[in-house]
């Protein structure tokens, strides 16, 4: 008699289907974008101490992504890469990814650009050269600031689709290789704290987003690659059982997110992550996974790029509203309340608008220029990354 094995999902989730999206990974890229919303809406705000720690932990959020990157495109991306690193297929390989990020990240980048041109904004001083690296999506890499400031860890990630080959021959081929890859990426996490520590880090050890360093790259790059690993260690049929196990799964969750609201958890936070991973890919029936694939959180999951994106703007609605509301006489609660269903409803309207009008429409033009490059090419994993 056949037993189901957790692993195995991983391999069907490989395989193209009709409207393929691995859901509960999607969603976690939904949580992760509006706990990042949440955590600059709520920075300065005072709020009781373990709340307190949950928000400040927000930009822990982007270390999320950046994982969660290295897996899927590790899952999408490995049949490709298996018998040739170069050529078409890495040309491919970079065409859609240009075609997932590009097209919002420039209209987004033009946009604030211009208001910064108008006065409206202050995140760019005017040099022509910052805004080319901006243009070129290589600020990040300890050059210049982002004129629309979330964009520092798209740039970073960029670089990450370009070292790709590189990272396949040291994490997805020997196991060597991959042990001491892994080993040098969280080595290289632990000092990075340590030194953004003596810097004064205004968040967290991890807090590493100075644009004038190479840390955000390093930091991206080590992450990228740990989610690459993740990858494999889920294909392991015995890793996959245990993390599927309900009651390990739920253990998993409520250990992290006790973390989440314990000061100085930040570097066990993120060695914890890689677990809520296996278990979104490989377990659909744990809790955790039926919560990310569920229809509201699989939606924020669709749009959270174009939430992560926007989001910077938005918020001077809830700086702005309170303020103007209670100068008609409305009670500071009240005008609170308002302004945050405000911001939260515009801002998920926007994201959607983006996604469906701009991002979709865009990155299937674009991929049509695969056939130009090779006719058959296996068909990516539909996946929001």
């Not at 290295?70 to 491919?92: C, N, P, Q």
């Not at 990814?97 to 910064?116: F, G, M």
């Not at 990040?140 to 396949?168: C, K, M, V």
Request: charged residues 10%; aromatic residues 10%.
């Amino acid at each position: 008699m056949h037993t189901h094995n957790p692993a195995d999902n991983i391999g069907q989730l490989a395989r193209p289907t009709h409207n393929n999206d691995i859901r509960p990974l999607t969603g976690l890229r939904g949580v992760a974008a509006l706990w990042v919303v949440v955590h600059h809406m709520l920075l300065l705000a005072p709020l009781p101490a373990s709340l307190d720690t949950l928000v400040h932990h927000g930009y822990l959020a982007v270390d999320i992504f950046f994982m969660l990157s290295g897996f899927v495109m590790s899952l999408t991306y490995e049949r490709m890469f298996r018998t040739r690193l170069l050529g078409r297929g890495y040309a491919i390989f970079l065409l859609r990814r240009l075609a997932r990020v590009y097209p919002l990240y420039v209209v987004t980048l033009l946009a604030v650009a211009a208001l910064n041109l108008a006065g409206f904004s202050h995140s760019w001083s005017g040099g022509f050269a910052n805004f080319v690296f901006n243009v070129l999506m290589i600020h990040g890499w300890g050059f210049y600031d982002s004129i629309n400031s979330p964009a520092w860890s798209i740039s970073t990630e960029f670089a990450a689709y370009l070292l790709f080959p590189a990272f396949t021959l040291l994490v997805l081929r020997q196991r060597w290789l991959r042990i001491a890859s892994v080993t040098l990426f969280i080595a290289g996490i632990a000092l990075m704290s340590c030194v953004s520590l003596h810097q004064g880090a205004q968040n967290g050890p991890l807090d590493i987003a100075n644009e004038a360093t190479i840390f955000p790259l390093l930091r991206c790059l080590c992450e990228f690659g740990i989610g690459m690993a993740v990858y494999v260690a889920a294909r392991d049929p015995r890793i996959a059982k245990a993390c599927s196990g309900k009651l390990v799964s739920a253990f998993i969750v409520i250990a992290l997110l006790a973390c989440l609201l314990t000061p100085g958890s930040d570097l066990v936070v993120v060695l914890a992550t890689p677990f809520v991973i296996v278990i979104a890919a490989t377990s659909r029936k744990a809790p955790v996974s039926r919560f990310l694939g569920s229809a509201p959180v699989f939606f924020l999951g669709e749009i959270s790029y174009a939430m992560y994106l926007l989001h910077s703007q938005f918020l001077r609605i809830y700086r702005l509203g309170p303020l103007i509301l209670e100068r008609h006489h409305m009670p500071h609660t009240l005008a609170l309340l308002i302004t945050v269903a405000a911001l939260f409803g515009s801002l998920i309207t926007a994201s959607y608008l983006a996604f469906r009008y701009l991002e979709v429409p865009a990155r299937n033009a674009i991929r049509r220029l695969e056939g130009r490059l090779q006719p058959r090419v296996a068909n990516a994993v539909a996946v929001q990354s």
